[in-house]
């Protein structure tokens, strides 16, 4: 249990602020309507069988969770930041916006690295931990890298990076 404490979540100062926000909303909001269902569960009688009390556990099971898993994600948050030294050397770091070609088909994307929690890829935030932003880091405008760990290895060149 202690390893997963020790776990670090790289995430922006907005991600940061939703992930608050969420868990602001579950325990003052959402644990109440919960607290609720459990009540009227509990007034239609014998709980042995009533799958309405049944289900109000399991969603407050799935709170509760919840709450604890947002907790632990805040408390072992590590904010990215613009590495100032890398972005006026112009190589990607974590919180860099890089645009690519994919040199197999001629296929242009831009990504944000951000940290895995607020990763989503069809809208362009591609989690640190993917083989293509692990081959990206710290390479600069212009380079070709060689991207590996996938089914098929392919080049991409970095065309620009903000």
Do not use: C, W
């Not at 099971?61 to 050397?89: F, T, W, Y």
């Amino acid at each position: 249990m202690a390893q997963e404490n020790e776990h670090k979540f790289y995430v922006t100062k907005e991600g940061l602020d939703e992930l608050k926000k969420e868990q602001d909303n579950l325990i003052h909001v959402v644990r109440q309507e919960v607290i609720v269902e459990l009540q009227e569960a509990r007034a239609q009688g014998d709980l042995s069988e009533n799958a309405d009390y049944d289900a109000a556990r399991d969603h407050q099971a799935q709170v509760e969770a919840r709450i604890r898993e947002l907790e632990n994600m805040i408390s072992n948050a590590v904010i990215i930041e613009g590495d100032k030294e890398a972005v006026s050397s112009k190589a990607v770091t974590l919180g860099s916006t890089v645009t690519i070609r994919d040199l197999s088909d001629g296929s242009e994307e831009t990504y944000t690295i951000v940290g895995s929690i607020e990763a989503d890829p069809l809208n362009g935030r591609l989690s640190n931990i993917t083989p293509l932003a692990v081959a990206l880091m710290d390479h600069k405008v212009n380079e070709v890298v060689h991207i590996t760990n996938v089914e098929e290895p392919y080049d991409v060149k970095i065309l620009d990076l903000k």
